[in-house]
């Protein structure tokens, strides 16, 4: 990956993390050496949008962001 490539976790995005704060900070730093190291492009798969995670997932996102649209 180009070093300029840079994650950023929106304010609220693990809310709903069930863990420590060290796990937590473990996942953070897991999650950036992979885009860092070209891992997490290398090991992804296509997602299957009837996949009913990833209708969980795209439904949570999808209120995060109606959320943060109405503080703002």
């Not at 990956?1 to 304010?11: G, L, Q």
């Not at 704060?21 to 897991?30: F, H, K, P, T």
Request: aromatic share 6%.
């Amino acid at each position: 990956m180009d070093e300029k490539t840079e994650v950023v976790f929106t304010p609220g995005c693990f809310d709903s993390f069930e863990g420590t704060q060290e796990e937590l900070d473990g996942l953070i730093a897991e999650i950036k050496r992979a885009v860092k190291s070209g891992d997490l492009l290398k090991n992804s798969r296509p997602v299957d949008p009837d996949d009913p995670m990833y209708v969980k997932v795209l439904s949570m996102l999808k209120e995060q962001e109606t959320k943060s649209r109405r503080e703002n």
